[in-house]
């Protein structure tokens, strides 16, 4: 009885050593993450699915991740103002619907991001609140 809980004990400690020794912007992208798909899962999914797969022809996947990383700079616009007369092509397909504005701060945006580019496939690592002032006001 004493030898598994001495097991189960060190696993658990063993355990507690590894992720503390997580950098700081790590855990700080693992707190985005975890945030940003609250959001996703709120505001995101019913559109563009729980998998980022989309919704035939209305929202585009979020799965192609050269289309992600070439716009990522646009993604802040595309969640602030919305988008209603762009044209993309993902994955080969035409989008031309549109999509709602969310007046988010810019800290949801930067953990939305997070959690969209390292996602469905993709991994792009972090995108702070300075990164979306920055990309905001080069929107068009």
Not at 115 to 122: E, H, I, K, Q, R
């Amino acid at each position: 009885m004493r030898k598994p809980l001495l097991a189960l004990t060190f696993l658990i400690t063993l355990a507690c050593i590894v992720y503390s020794c997580q950098n700081a912007g790590q855990l700080q992208q693992d707190v985005y993450y975890v945030n940003g798909r609250d959001l996703y899962i709120r505001h995101c999914q019913n559109c563009h699915g729980a998998n980022g797969e989309g919704l035939a022809l209305l929202a585009p996947p979020l799965t192609d991740t050269a289309s992600i990383k070439e716009n990522k700079s646009k993604i802040a616009c595309f969640i602030k103002n919305g988008i209603s007369d762009t044209t993309m092509i993902i994955a080969g397909k035409k989008y031309d619907s549109r999509m709602p504005d969310f007046n988010f701060a810019n800290i949801d945006i930067a953990q939305l991001v997070v959690y969209v580019t390292n996602s469905f496939g993709n991994k792009q690592g972090m995108y702070s609140p300075e990164q979306v002032a920055k990309d905001l006001k080069n929107c068009q």
